[in-house]
């Protein structure tokens, strides 16, 4: 039985979008894939169709694939043996790593740059299936999709009634963050957004991760936690179930906001500087708010919320 391995090393929300690669190699070979990358993504393993395995590619040996001058431990040439295809979006093409992952037996490896290149007009994720099909893997797969059990749901919607008081109640997850400053809307309007929902009756939760934590001020702390509850510093696990129990998801262009999108959650995400159409979380629920070249204002994102 032939067996592939997806490495990737990126953020958050590249990790998301990558799960359209997997499903593009699920559609060729319905053989369970592995995905060699960060170890934290191993919490997800469960919820990825078609993925059985998470390598953690910080792990012991690994840095070995990235110089021929290294030889390959026994133990990472175990770990390669059963994969027949690599797909490499490091942004490394060719060269040691190609040698090195076919010393250890890998037959065929595909360089897929996770860059945008200058003048794509479509989607990030439309020009890497564009070079897959380039290297024959012709397949057309959806939106990226995480599963999250019935069970850990249910544990999320408990935990965000707890947090709001708000059982029975339309329960809203507002995240004010991004790995950019330059990629969030003013906090302010985060507060004001959860001041009106708050007048509709409907409970707000900002959550807040250890990026956040970091960059936010401590009076911006207070005023947030005057408005509602704050969810501090989930890991990716934890957060993908809170995420799935809510009924709607706002933020910025983010990892959260991609990983809201996956978990199928109703999820409108707020664009500035960057472009959606490259960039847009991708969902059948998923909703837009951009006014090139300015923010868009309070009244547009109320309005698709």
């Known amino acids: 039985m032939s067996r592939a391995l997806l490495i990737h090393s990126g953020a958050v929300g590249d990790f998301i979008l990558s799960l359209r690669v997997v499903e593009a190699i699920r559609q060729i070979d319905a053989s369970p894939i592995s995905i060699l990358g960060r170890s934290g993504y191993a919490q997800l393993v469960d919820a990825i169709e078609g993925v059985d395995t998470i390598l953690d590619l910080d792990g012991k040996g690994f840095h070995t694939l990235f110089s021929t001058d290294c030889d390959l431990p026994v133990e990472i040439v175990e770990a390669l043996r059963p994969f027949d295809l690599a797909v490499n979006m490091l942004g490394h093409s060719g060269g040691a790593m190609d040698e090195q ?111 956040e934590i970091e960059k936010l001020s401590a009076t911006d702390m207070d005023k947030l936690r005057e408005t509602a509850p704050v969810v501090q510093q989930l890991e990716i696990g934890p957060a993908a179930a809170l995420l799935s129990a809510a009924d709607l998801f706002v933020g910025n262009d983010s990892g959260m906001s991609h990983l809201a999108a996956a978990v199928g959650t109703r999820c409108v995400a707020i664009f500035g500087p960057t472009d959606p159409k490259h960039w847009r979380p991708l969902g059948e629920h998923v909703r837009i708010a951009y006014s090139p070249p300015n923010w868009p204002d309070i009244g547009d994102v109320l309005g698709l919320v």
């Open 101 to 211: 992952l076919q010393r250890a037996g890998v037959a065929r490896v595909i360089n897929i740059d996770p860059r945008l290149r200058i003048g794509w007009s479509g989607h990030i994720t439309d020009q890497w299936m564009t070079d897959l099909h380039a290297r024959g893997l012709v397949t057309v797969p959806g939106s990226p999709t995480l599963l999250v059990e019935d069970r850990r749901r249910a544990d999320g919607r408990a935990a965000l009634e707890r947090q709001t008081g708000g059982h029975g109640h339309h329960l809203t997850i507002l995240h004010p963050g991004s790995g950019s400053d330059a990629k969030c809307w003013p906090l302010e309007q985060f507060i004001r957004l959860a001041r009106l929902l708050h007048e509709e009756d409907r409970k707000t939760v900002f959550l807040l991760g250890p990026v």
